[in-house]
Every structure is written in C-alpha cells, then in structure tokens.
C-alpha cells in the first residue's frame, strides 16, 4: 500500500486527480446499477431477463464502441469527448429513470453505453 501511495504522489497534480476523478466515476457507476437493476424490476416491472438484455446491451454498446470512442478522442481531442460524454451519459441515465417502455430502455442503454465509449477512452 506505501510503494501504491508513494507511486500516485509522484504523478504531477492533473494527473492525480484524474486518477481521483476516474476511481469515483468507475465507483458511482457500479454502486448505481444495482438501484438500476432494482429500478427496472420494481419501477418498470420488467422480467428478469430483460432487465439482463438491456443492461447487457448497455455494457455491449460500451464495449463495442470503445474503438469509435477512442478515435474520436484522438481526432478531436479528449476533452470534448470527456464533456460530451458525460452529458449524454446524464441524457441516458435520465432516460432510464423516466420511462418504462422496453424500445425507450434499449434506447437509453445504448445512449448510455455509447457514452461511456466516449468517455473512457479519452480519460484514459
């Protein structure tokens, strides 16, 4: 833990913090998917199984598009796509909590997923 400690206070400042930034983003997303999960179940009243296809598809929707994410980062620089990413994440997320309809979930999944595609990379 000290080398762990001693190797993050050697990094200059931005970096540091977007180490920080980034641990909080990737910690706030896997605590909210459970209230996600919990949401669609007894908010939207969907099975099981489609609560597993649509946070399926948004986890594949990130996945798949990391490539485009990254690209795009490198062509028009990182901190358009970071902001860019971060608003439409926000849109995707809202959208999950305003809707119960199946084509609207599989919409905002893929919003969201998209979303993390541009952010990550860019952060990284």
């Known amino acids: 833990m000290r080398d762990t400690l001693r190797q993050f206070r050697s990094f200059d400042r931005p970096i540091q913090l977007l180490q920080i930034n980034q641990a909080g983003i990737n910690l706030g997303f896997y605590m909210l998917m459970p209230y996600l999960a919990q949401h ?34 490198d062509r028009l620089g990182h901190k358009p796509m970071i902001m860019l990413g971060c ?30 595609a541009l952010f990550n990379p860019a952060a990284r």
């Open 40 to 73: 669609l179940s007894a908010g939207a009243g969907l099975a099981a199984w489609t609560i597993g296809l649509v946070l399926g598809l948004r986890n594949l929707s990130q996945q798949g598009m990391f490539l485009i994410g990254g690209t795009l980062a």
């Open 87 to 116: 608003a439409l994440r926000t849109v995707g997320f809202a959208l999950f909590g305003l809707t119960t309809s199946l084509p609207l979930l599989v919409l905002a999944a893929a919003v969201t997923g998209f979303a993390g």
